[in-house]
């Protein structure tokens, strides 16, 4: 049973690192709560599988597509929902859920409440330690694994992450040094969404794409951001690895509960919250002021 | 402005003549989702055929029937069904009401339906308690049947009857005496029942129930359940699903080359977009369902065929639409009325051979279960067929298959 709940834990620590990175960098960084993150993913989901399953082109350029077209409908949705509201925070809030639910219902007027599956991008499964992995799950973690390290370095190694960072650490001082604020924002969704989207490319053939499956892994997005520390990327990936092994715990552990493992996951972050209110890796919130 | 006047009133006489020539049957399902597609498509077959043929014979008098199509969005939002059934009585006037699938929602729509009075045949919801109110306060509910599928307790006699025709056949193949069985339930009331049941009986018929694994409805991975079913040695998941879990488990069962046969209720499984929305891995997935190409009564193979045709895919269960209108139908042209005390008591005697199944009704309007009636079939999800295979005595069955070993 370890070496299950070993490998299993790993695996969907991937999976909901993917996720994560991108929802802590627009959460965490730019301080933009963005609840529409995980529509954007649905988005994704849906455009590579119109690409790949009805029009026919390949794997590639269908994810190559998709994440474009869906990074560039986020900066529109940007410059038009969020930025005229984004100083205040409650107003992009609910600007935001408007904007998942919008997509929710467009999806649901388009494709019907279907649940549609896309085809593995890499066929076959691999054993390792006795458990079965299939290549596909492989394959998100070494995205998961690309994806954040070219996020530490746009974040750490070029001027743009430089200019994200100043004005997220403060806003103003950013703005009065020359910084176009609002363009560095608008850079932050482009990345934020475009590491959903890539997300919604890889994971989909995973999971089942329909109209509500960005509310799952919302809250799983949350609990692990919150979890792992505000704007730490390092927080997201190891507050993610908690979420997975600790989900996985809980089936092999107490298999007639396994309904609960989303549940007993936000307890282990209250418990984290309780003890450290920064979460893991994230900054004191009585530092950042 | 006098000549206006007539023609305008003469225009409104001819009408509302017009109007009182026709039925108006409201058609109520989720219209977004495959239930609710099901429910009109089979609800337009038998409109087609009826108008086709002249209408309804009321006491000499031919109407034709005018569906109305009400989106009931149950399956995201209960007050959306009773908002809809309510709309279709008062603003609409429908004469007769079919349809609903959510449980929850069939419910709350059976209390507007009482109130008003109206006949509503169910086509889609399981819940016993449907049921139990017709036999707890009649007067109230007597408008009330269950047309399909059959109530939640004779489902589960159905699963176990097939479970014992899979139990000997691994028997006989993989030379065990005790199979082991793992039970996939999604956390949902309505697997409660099944999964207690499941406990006590599958001891009793020389199985061993190895564990219960109960992720949620809406779960997206199921690989550490799968993973653990894995271990457990089973050789039969028995399913209780009925959300998109129903996927992800089949899917993931086909990625991880599992042993294991899944045999149960998983409500995706009976769609023809099963197969794709599981990528192609859900091979030997089998279910309980009620079309196939196959002799359940004698009316089952041409409505099939033509479903097929129109739609270009196979009927789910809700299609059964058709067969509730054209009972419908045969009763009020037996009676010669549309009065709905009257009908009631028509529908209560009947003997009604539908197109999945040949209908009676028991003191609470369910159906009354009989294996080769009312029990439905099973079928496999054989390289992207789904072949059916239960009961083995009905004409154009076809093996079931195992996973090689």
Redesign the interface.
């Known amino acids: 049973m370890l070496q299950d709940i070993l490998v299993t834990g790993l695996v969907n620590g991937g999976v909901y690192a993917l996720l994560a990175i991108g929802f802590s960098l627009i959460f965490g960084v730019a301080r933009i709560v963005n609840i529409a993150h995980t529509a954007f993913y649905m988005l994704a989901a849906y455009c590579f599988y119109t690409l790949l399953v009805k029009t026919g082109l390949g794997f590639l350029l269908s994810g190559v597509i998709a994440v474009g077209a869906v990074t560039l409908f986020s900066v529109i949705c940007y410059r038009l929902v969020i930025e005229p509201v984004r100083e205040h925070e409650a107003a992009v809030l609910i600007a935001t859920i408007a904007l998942a639910l919008i997509f929710q219902e467009l999806m649901l007027f388009t494709f019907g409440g279907h649940f549609l599956g896309i085809p593995s991008t890499l066929e076959g499964a691999v054993r390792f330690l006795g458990v079965s992995i299939p290549y596909q799950r492989l394959l998100i973690l070494v995205v998961a694994g690309v994806s954040l390290a070219a996020v530490w370095f746009v974040l750490y190694r070029t001027r743009l992450g430089l200019a994200i960072r100043a004005t997220a650490n403060d806003l103003e001082v950013a703005n009065l040094m020359g910084m176009n604020v609002h363009r560095v924002a608008m850079a932050t969704v482009a990345i934020s969404v475009a590491l959903a989207a890539v997300a919604g490319v890889v994971v989909a053939p995973v999971f089942v794409v329909d109209p509500f499956m960005w509310l799952a892994p919302l809250v799983t997005m949350l609990a692990i951001v919150v979890l792992g520390g505000l704007g730490s990327l390092k927080g997201s990936l190891i507050g993610a690895l908690i979420i997975g092994y600790v989900e996985a715990i809980t089936v092999f552990a107490v298999p007639a509960g396994a309904y609960l493992k989303g549940a007993v996951a936000l307890m282990i972050m209250v418990a984290v919250l309780l003890v450290r209110p920064e979460g893991l890796f994230g900054v004191a919130f009585e530092e950042e002021r | 402005m006098l000549r206006s006047f007539t023609i305008g009133l003469a225009a409104f006489a001819v009408a509302l003549g017009a109007q009182a020539q026709t039925i108006k049957i409201a058609i109520l399902g989720?219209m977004?989702?495959?239930q609710g597609?099901n429910h009109w498509a089979g609800a337009e077959m038998a409109r087609d055929e009826i108008n086709k043929a002249g209408g309804i014979n009321v006491g000499g008098k031919r109407m034709q029937i005018e569906l109305i199509r009400a989106d009931t969005n149950e399956?995201q939002s209960v007050p959306d069904a009773t908002n809809a059934i309510e709309r279709v009585i008062t603003r609409d006037k429908a004469d007769f009401l079919i349809g609903g699938f959510r449980s929850e929602a069939v419910l709350a729509m059976q209390e507007v339906a009482m109130d008003n009075k109206k006949i509503f045949l169910g086509a889609g919801a399981a819940h016993s308690k449907l049921g139990q109110n017709v036999e707890e306060n009649y007067n109230r509910y007597k408008y009330w049947f269950r047309y399909t599928p059959t109530k939640d307790v004779d489902l589960a006699r159905t699963l176990f009857a097939v479970m014992a025709s899979i139990a000997q056949q691994i028997r006989t193949e993989l030379k065990t005496d005790t199979p082991k069985v793992a039970l996939l339930a999604?956390?949902a009331v309505w697997t409660q029942g099944l999964i207690g049941a499941a406990q006590k009986n599958l001891p009793a018929m020389k199985m061993e129930v190895v564990?219960?694994?109960?992720?949620?409805a809406?779960?997206?991975?199921v690989?550490?359940?799968l993973?653990?079913i894995?271990?457990a040695g089973a050789h039969i998941v028995f399913t209780m699903l009925s959300g998109?879990v129903g996927?992800?488990v089949a899917?993931?069962m086909g990625?991880?080359?599992m042993k294991a046969v899944a045999w149960g209720i998983n409500v995706?499984g009976q769609k023809d977009?099963f197969w794709?929305?599981?990528?192609?891995k859900a091979q030997f997935v089998s279910t309980l369902d009620t079309y196939a190409e196959v002799e359940m009564t004698p009316r089952t193979i041409p409505f099939v065929r033509a479903f097929k045709e129109r739609y270009k895919k196979m009927p789910t269960y809700n299609a059964a639409t058709y067969d509730a209108i054209i009972m419908l139908k045969s009763v009020i042209e037996k009676e010669s009325t549309l009065d709905a005390d009257r009908l009631v008591a028509a529908i209560e005697k009947i003997e009604h051979v539908g197109t999945g199944s040949i209908v009676t009704f028991d003191k609470r309007h369910d159906l009354v279960w009989a294996v080769g009636k009312t029990a439905g079939i099973a079928v496999q999800w054989q390289d992207g067929q789904k072949v059916p295979f239960w009961p083995p005595n009905v004409k154009g069955m076809k093996p079931f298959k195992l996973p090689a070993r």
């Open positions: 989720p977004a989702f495959v597609e399956i999604e956390k564990g219960l694994w109960q992720p949620s809406t779960a997206t991975d690989t550490a359940e993973s653990a894995d271990r998109p996927i992800s899917r993931q990625e991880r080359n995706e977009e794709q929305a599981a990528a192609g």
